[in-house]
């Protein structure tokens, strides 16, 4: 489903560059949960982002469902990320003028969804990570945890192949089914199988 060949990134310039990834070569197959570990600044978020095509390799291949993305334009990426990727970003990117409902809903609206459906199935992902009581609180009326939970339930919403989380239950301090890593593995395993998702 998604592999990874000897991918390498680089920063910086000519002069400096720094490695952040060197020769990294994974595969992942249909419904697997895989946590990728290791010290902080070590490369783990910049790794999650090339396989979320939020950043570009400088070297190798990121392979999708057995096609080379060497020669994806830009529009293919954002094809991939809308509609083929969720989420779970370490500082939440919830936009603090938007309700936790359209928070959630706003997921769905690139894909054409009509209103009444986003409302519906964003209630629904709401709903499966304890915050129903909230969806229509802003953002900075919540906890850390509670924002962190909004974040999951927008990745899940539109029922990705791929769902990407990182550090996704750093702040998740309250009794929940995803208070725990341990718990959100437990969950969050539960939803691929179910899914089908990666």
Same mark, same amino acid.
């Given at each position: 489903?998604?592999?990874?060949?000897?991918?390498?990134?680089?920063?910086?310039?000519?002069?400096?560059?720094?490695?952040?990834?060197?020769?990294?070569?994974?595969?992942?197959?249909?419904?697997?949960?895989?946590?990728?570990?290791?010290?902080?600044?070590?490369?783990?978020?910049?790794?999650?982002?090339?396989?979320?095509?939020?950043?570009?390799?400088?070297?190798?291949?990121?392979?999708?469902?057995?096609?080379?993305?060497?020669?994806?334009?830009?529009?293919?990426?954002?094809?991939?990320?809308?509609?083929?990727?969720?989420?779970?970003?370490?500082? /939440?990117?919830?936009?603090?003028?938007?309700?936790?409902?359209?928070?959630?809903?706003?997921?769905?609206?690139?894909?054409?969804?009509?209103?009444?459906?986003?409302?519906?199935?964003?209630?629904?992902?709401?709903?499966?990570?304890?915050?129903?009581?909230?969806?229509?609180?802003?953002?900075?009326?919540?906890?850390?945890?509670?924002?962190?939970?909004?974040?999951?339930?927008?990745?899940?919403?539109?029922?990705?192949?791929?769902?990407?989380?990182?550090?996704?239950?750093?702040?998740?301090?309250?009794?929940?089914? /995803?208070?725990?890593?341990?718990?959100?593995?437990?969950?969050?395993?539960?939803?691929?199988?179910?899914?089908?998702?990666?």
């Amino acid at each position: 489903m998604l592999e990874l060949k000897n991918i390498t990134k680089e920063y910086g310039t000519a002069s400096e560059k720094v490695h952040a990834l060197k020769g990294i070569s994974l595969k992942f197959r249909e419904a697997e949960f895989v946590s990728i570990l290791g010290a902080s600044g070590c490369g783990k978020t910049t790794l999650l982002n090339i396989i979320g095509g939020l950043d570009r390799y400088t070297s190798g291949d990121l392979i999708i469902n057995g096609k080379s993305t060497k020669d994806f334009k830009d529009r293919d990426w954002d094809s991939y990320r809308n509609y083929k990727v969720g989420f779970v970003f370490q500082s /939440y990117n919830l936009i603090s003028h938007q309700t936790v409902l359209s928070n959630v809903e706003l997921a769905l609206t690139i894909g054409g969804i009509s209103k009444k459906e986003r409302t519906k199935r964003a209630i629904k992902a709401l709903e499966d990570v304890g915050l129903k009581e909230h969806i229509y609180k802003k953002p900075n009326q919540l906890s850390g945890g509670q924002m962190q939970r909004v974040a999951i339930a927008r990745a899940l919403v539109n029922n990705p192949d791929i769902i990407l989380a990182d550090e996704p239950t750093r702040c998740t301090r309250y009794k929940n089914k /995803y208070s725990s890593y341990g718990n959100f593995k437990t969950n969050f395993k539960r939803q691929i199988n179910y899914n089908g998702n990666t």
